[in-house]
């Protein structure tokens, strides 16, 4: 089964940005649509962005539109969210996922990385 290893998060000020990488262990481009969620201390994860199989076409969620961009590398079997303009309530867990659909149901994906801490100081 692919593995998916997240890296890039770490602590950044307000208003900075960081680049987050999903490294998979196998060829996911054509069979796998990625997703990157968040989870901050006491809420649920939630949807952030995702990038189709034939990355032409991508998703982010209202909250985030705007700052963030999602893409992949089919030659690095990687995938990437570039935060901008980040914000204190940024602050969490981010997660990238794999899925056979099209969706930004949390259900509907089967594979996810250990994630990675992303902290915005004000």
């Known amino acids: 089964q692919v593995q998916l290893l997240e890296s890039g998060g770490g602590l950044v000020q307000a208003g900075g940005s960081l680049r987050l990488s999903c490294e998979a262990s196998a060829r996911t481009s054509d069979t796998y649509n990625m997703g990157w969620f968040r989870q901050a201390p006491g809420k649920e994860r939630e949807f952030v962005a995702a990038?189709?199989?034939?990355?032409?076409?991508?998703f982010v969620a209202d909250s985030v539109k705007g700052r963030f961009t999602v893409s992949r590398d089919y030659a690095k079997n990687t995938v990437y969210l570039e935060m901008n303009s980040l914000k204190p309530e940024d602050t969490a867990v981010y997660y990238c996922?794999?899925?056979?659909?099209?969706?930004?149901?949390?259900?509907?994906?089967?594979?996810w990385g250990q994630g990675t801490q992303v902290t915005v100081s004000s």
């Open positions: 996922a794999a899925s056979g659909r099209w969706t930004m149901q949390i259900r509907h994906y089967d594979i």
């Open positions: 990038v189709w199989t034939s990355a032409e076409a991508t």
